[in-house]
């Protein structure tokens, strides 16, 4: 128990100190993917704008993902080496998945929406 606990205070020191010489969050670190994020879905039904709000409380991510099917809840977040998977519930009770990675400003992955269209999106951040 104390090399996991001594584990997590080394994570969470490297963590603070790649912030603080970077001015951006950490990978991993809930803030790199909190935020709005604008772009499409490329899959194989078409192409489709969409729009992303997440948030962060308690450490927990959550948020909005905007379609043109309507308004999706993001219910959960986890990042393992470098990715980010989002876990999505959609209005019909099904959930689908976006797994990418945040470079910069830039948000990009995998879209599975199984059984529904599989593809790839591409965000960013809105020009301030």
Known sequence: ???TIMSCAVALAVSVLVSAQTG???PGNPQEVSGRW?????ADAGEMSIGLDLKVANGKVSGTLET???NWTVE?????DGRWTL??????GTDGRMTGQV???SFAGDWDFKPRPVGTFQLSRPQK
């Open 76 to 80: 959960s977040a986890a990042a393992k």
């Open 24 to 26: 951006k969050p950490a």
């Open 1 to 3: 128990m104390k090399s």
């Open 68 to 70: 043109a099917h309507g």
């Open 87 to 92: 876990v999505v519930k959609m209005d019909d």
């Open 103 to 105: 470079k910069g400003d």
């Open 38 to 42: 604008i772009g499409s879905v490329s």
